[in-house]
């Protein structure tokens, strides 16, 4: 049993079960298709290795954090020109996570495992749709090209893991503020209430104020230990969609759910934040969310 120091790229389709369900032949040949000509050849430019893949997740092995970061960006990126070839509800946003650590090889089939690997799954489930997220050990060591830049995530407590981990989103320069602003908001708070399909209410309260300090926003879903707002309903995903501020202006962003995140009746794309007001109507999955100013 070999062990050696890694660093681990782990990677997982947003919405993968919406789109098979919907296409379940045209998904799996697009997801064949980007692995076959951006992954693979991504991976081998920047010398790692694909340790395997399962259903929508993939999973290669890097011999340092500078090469395992630069490969997701370049992944990242050229994925984003291979989705400029599908139609806008068929586009491939995959999260990706990467972790330095330890892991115990197979001396088999070459397959790695161990707490690395663990840590890198569960960085992954907090990146963006088509973003990705790093433990604070990478960020310390990877000083990213010019247009990209790291930004903190926060401490996250994640599942089956008895430590809080720093994560790191990477962004685009352009994404990322290279200041901090004081702006004053008023003290609002907004109410967020409705029943879902079986008539049970769920609710919860968002203060501006307070919103305004968390750069990441807050997370609704299912999960009590992924997310701020928890709506504990089946057809909520674990972490379903983020309420942030735009300047003053609150959004919401759909996190690659698998049943989807509405404002109005209008079903919002992954990844694609829109501005949201008090009297609209939020869906996350079956409930229905009335948006009214306390």
Known sequence: MERR???IVHADLAGFTRMMEGAETRTFRHLKSAQIEVWRPAILAAQGRMVGTAGDAMLAEFGSAVTAVGASIDIQE???????ALEENQRMMFRIGVHLG???VDAEDQNIFGDGVNLAARIQALAEPGGIAVSRVVRDL???KVDYA???GGEQQLKNVSRSVQIFHVRHARQTPVGTTTRMLPQITLRFEGPD????KHAFDVALDKLMNQS????????????????PHATVSRRHARLSLAGEALQVEDLGSTNGTAINGTVLRAG??????AGNKLRIGDVELLVRQL
Do not use: K, T
């Not at 050229?78 to 400029?84: Q, S």
């Not at 399909?197 to 049970?200: R, T």
């Open 197 to 200: 399909s079986a008539g049970h």
């Open 5 to 7: 120091l890694a660093a």
């Open 150 to 152: 790291f930004a903190d």
């Open 102 to 104: 330890e892991v115990i």
């Open 216 to 231: 990441q926003g807050l997370v609704i879903g299912r999960s009590a230990d992924q997310c701020e707002l928890v709506v």
């Open 142 to 144: 990877v000083e990213l």
């Open 272 to 277: 694609s934040p829109a501005a949201i007001h």
């Open 78 to 84: 050229r994925m984003a020109r291979f989705n400029e």
